[in-house]
């Protein structure tokens, strides 16, 4: 779909890496600009997850402060149609690279610049992670244990939204150029990303004073709901339509709990107790097996390495495979993309890391 896109990536970490990854997956030809030292993330992780995002892209290792080097890298974004940076606002600058020092080089580019904080407020010239913008848009504050302590979250939330938002704004701003025929700056925030998520629990803690987001998706009623099994694991009931809790009700045999479908998740109402109890009566398995023959939104609470084989429509979908005996996880559904995609490609000179 972005077939002769062509993408030059400066981004280190992981928010630039994934939004150039998904452009790759799209069709799109990324060169990724690493220091010679190598980008950040082959240091602070396995090898494996600088794989799983950078894979599908060329890849040139470069000293941007070495004239020769940087002027190589100006050949290549003359001829380029999107410029993606994730580096602290005014470092682009002092490499003249800025999004002026591109202009003049080639006009119709597509400029993003990931940051925190965006590039021209108070706090531009902080560095800052995914646990700060998950801290700093009410987002962690979502994540709590029972005594109200914010848990730490093992997933880089912000990272990942603010990768899909760039995308987001990316091919927006191709589709533009090829209206209007001009390229455009990109000033694209982390914080800005996480916090459009944020949406409902802002608006309806302003107008009703509601915290914790919509209610009623938020685990206060019997049917949109976590229950333990026999064995101590989870499943997760969203039978928030009545025609589906009729559907759970009529399954197991309880057709008295209908009325209470919206009913308080809370221990002193009976029909929480008796749902709690019932899940315990069966394991997880046989709750999985239960769900496949119920359409009643039922799905089992599935651990990491259960996502492939537990749900069989994973599987089915292949967006999780082996391929070169490296696990993948897709950017999205094709099947002639699956089938043809992440054929690591060949290196462009003797700087290269594959
Ligand atoms: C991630 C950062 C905190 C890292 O901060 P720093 O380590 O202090 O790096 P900076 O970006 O400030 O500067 C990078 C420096 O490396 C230099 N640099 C970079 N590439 C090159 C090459 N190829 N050659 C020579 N020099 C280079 C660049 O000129 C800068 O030098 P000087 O000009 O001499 O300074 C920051 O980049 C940042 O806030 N970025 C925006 C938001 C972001 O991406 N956050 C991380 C999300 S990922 C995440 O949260 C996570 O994974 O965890």
Redesign the pocket.
Known sequence: MLDGIKVIDFSH???GPFASLRLADLGAEVVK???KTGDMMRKLTDDCIFEANNKNKRSIA????NVQDADAVRQLISQADVVIE???PG?MR??RLSYEDVYALNPSIVYCS???YGQHSRYASF????LNYMALTGMLAQFKDESGRPVHPTI?LA?FIGSIHAVEQIVSALYARERMGKGRYIDLS?VDGLLSMMTNHIVLEHHTGQKNGIPILAGTVVSYHLYETKDGRYMALAALEAHFWRNFCAAVGKFEWYEGHLSAACDDNSLFLDMKQLFRMKTFQQWIAFSEQVDCCLTPVLETDEVKTQFANNAYRKMIHINNDQMEVATRYDEHFLRSAHVRQKSMNTNIFY
């Open positions: 970490y992981l928010p600009i690493e220091p470069v000293d941007l402060k994730s580096f602290r470092v002092r490499l990931i940051s925190g560095g800052s992670h995914d880089t990272d982390l």
